[in-house]
């Protein structure tokens, strides 16, 4: 069966609600006691001015006086305590939401982050998200209690004046006409509200991102151009929203005057004709004016179930997107192992090959240096070693077993990567070097930092393992950087290495500590070297030249002409 984002949404909440079972019984006992009340309270009021008016006795008059402020009293802490509920089902909600949300998206293969723009994603996981969470949690109490209170209101009505019930229907079904027919117009203004925002949010994103080369490039004019001109397409929008917003709004206050001044001319010939008694005509009217909270909540709900079905739709969207790519179960042992690419052909918009037809062998145990000018294939093919993409033919093996056969945690485990641009996470040291694996100890991440050469800058920095990198590797150069990727490997105990040499110009000490550290994490095991520098050449045993995605092999060596490394 081929799963919707909308079954998958009811699947997901079922699943949540069960989870969170008792939280939301709690929720319902003072939803439905709160219409309880609500509904009784005007008979109460009903029972006092008749009271008062027909002459009843001192004692039960104060007597129903104190039960009626008990009860409006007694409403109010219910609404308070259904209110906390709600905040805390809704809290919970958005926390299970993003939670899955990250850890699908983490799943991910990068052909889908090629596709889709990370200012939209994370509008999804944090803007849609938080709307759904803070309306669906409550969205079907709502609909259920809005109902409740207008049929019960009905009821009553009718059982006191079938005319008057009469009308209450008919005002009842104009009111709810009118505003669905406007709430239309509001959703599609505010759904285009939601996709400026998007925009303006990928930019921003992504200027952030790219502030480095923004500068470099002298491109902040043009950025602050184009961003000026999305924020006043996005301003234009925004006032169009509220000038139909408020329109609604005064329409939903001239439709409601209207009716009242009909029932109150209505219920004064009615109480003149003595049809009904004084305190009849308080609790009708006191009926009437309960009664727009339910239609306004339910015209509300309409159009909040417009907006939250488009929320639903782009939220389970990602929530059910699977990756392309498809891995075994097998895992790698302990001994070293040999790559193998056979036939191997790669593009990225399946039309301009990046590689083509590639084959070659790296024995286990041997260091090879992968060379080749800026767009010859070399970080592809470290990124399909790394399976982050799939080739579209040829296959690649891991001591003779496709690389399929094997599970992503294995593989995950056991091929680790250098590359020159390393990701600090907003977090300690500890955490980043252990990537936020508790069970390994600080003395091994001492020990690996010893090991990459990095053990005493990171011990001078305050806290030490407790600094915090706040600008994520702003306060290390690339070399360094490099030392403490160096060091997340020294823990990982990686069958296969793969590093990407910095193209960046290093003193002499920073060169020197990273070739140490590289020789010891290279040792014994299969490695390839994206090389930039003559020196790493004599270092290795096997030479692979790469152009046009096809392979040179031999001594011959073109190093990069000073360029970073190409992103291809």
């Known amino acids: 069966m081929i799963m919707t984002p909308h079954k998958s949404f009811i699947s997901y909440f079922k699943k949540f609600l069960f989870k969170h079972k008792v939280l939301f019984a709690s929720l319902c006992l003072f939803f439905f006691s709160h219409i309880g009340l609500t509904l009784y309270i ?21 007597v129903i006086a104190l039960f009626y402020l008990g009860f409006v009293f007694f409403v109010e802490v219910l609404n308070t305590f259904r209110n906390f509920f709600m905040q805390k089902l809704s809290w919970s909600l958005t926390k299970a939401l993003r939670s899955d949300m990250l850890k699908n998206l983490l799943q991910l293969d990068m052909t889908f982050y090629h596709n889709n723009p990370v200012g939209e994603l994370v509008e999804c996981v944090e803007g849609d998200i938080l709307i759904l969470s803070n309306n669906i949690s409550t969205f079907v109490l709502d609909i259920i209690s809005n109902i409740i209170i207008l049929l019960g209101i009905l009821i009553i009505v009718f059982f006191n004046s079938v005319l008057l019930g009469c009308i209450f229907v008919l005002c009842s079904v104009i009111s709810i006409i009118m505003m669905l027919r406007q709430s239309k117009k509001d959703t599609s203004s505010l759904e285009t509200v939601r996709k400026n925002m998007a925009e303006v949010n990928a930019l921003v994103t992504e200027t952030i991102t790219g502030r480095e080369e923004l500068h470099s490039l002298n491109a902040k004019g043009k950025i602050l151009a184009n961003s000026d001109s999305l924020h006043d397409t996005s301003f234009k929008n925004e006032k169009k929203f509220y000038r139909l917003f408020t329109f609604t709004m005064m329409l939903n206050q001239a439709i409601t005057f209207i009716e009242k ?32 909270w339910p239609l306004e909540m339910l015209a509300q709900n309409a159009t909040t179930f417009q907006g939250l079905g488009a929320r639903i739709n782009r939220v389970f969207k990602l929530y059910i997107e699977k990756p392309h790519i498809s891995f075994g179960n097998k895992t ?10 056979k036939n191997v052909s790669f593009a990225y918009d399946e039309r301009d090959l990046i590689l083509d037809n590639l084959s070659f062998k790296i024995n286990a145990g041997d260091h090879c240096a992968l060379q080749g000018r ?13 399976k982050l993409y799939e080739p579209q ?5 891991l001591n003779g077993v496709p690389l399929n056969e ?10 680790g990567y250098v590359s020159q641009s390393i990701v600090l996470f907003y977090a300690s040291i500890r955490d980043n070097i252990r990537m936020f694996d508790q069970s ?14 990095m053990y005493e800058k990171i ?26 990727a160096c060091a997340r490997l020294f823990l990982k105990q990686s069958k296969i290495i793969i590093l990407d040499e910095s193209t960046a110009k290093l003193d002499n000490t920073e060169q020197e500590k990273i070739q140490l550290a590289f020789n010891e994490l290279i040792e014994n095991k299969t490695a390839i070297i994206i090389a930039h520098r003559t020196e790493t050449l004599e270092k290795t045993n096997v030479k692979f030249l790469l152009e046009n995605g096809k392979l040179s092999q031999g001594e011959k060596a073109i190093l990069s002409e000073g360029g970073a490394n190409e992103t291809n």
Do not use: H, R, W
């Open 42 to 62: 005007p008979q109460l009021f009903q029972k006092f001015i008749d009271g008062v008016s027909g002459g009843l006795g001192t004692k039960s008059i104060l």
């Open 459 to 484: 011990m001078a920095l305050p806290g030490g393992l407790d600094y915090i990198c706040e600008d994520g590797a702003a306060n290390f150069s690339g070399g360094e950087t490099q030392l403490l």
């Open 332 to 341: 790698l042992d302990d001994k070293t192992y040999s790559v193998e690419f």
């Open 406 to 415: 094997f599970s992503q945690k294995s593989l995950a485990e056991n091929i």
């Open 374 to 386: 800026t767009g010859s294939g070399k970080s592809t093919l470290v990124k399909l070693l790394l």
């Open 261 to 292: 001044s009909c029932l109150v001319v209505l219920l004064f010939y009615l109480l003149k004709d003595a049809k009904l008694s004084l305190g009849q005509t308080f609790m009708l009217y006191n009926y009437f004016v309960l009664l727009e």
């Open 393 to 397: 033919s040829g296959e690649i093996l």
């Open 440 to 453: 390994i100890s600080d003395e091994q991440i001492k020990e690996a930092l010893k090991k990459s050469g």
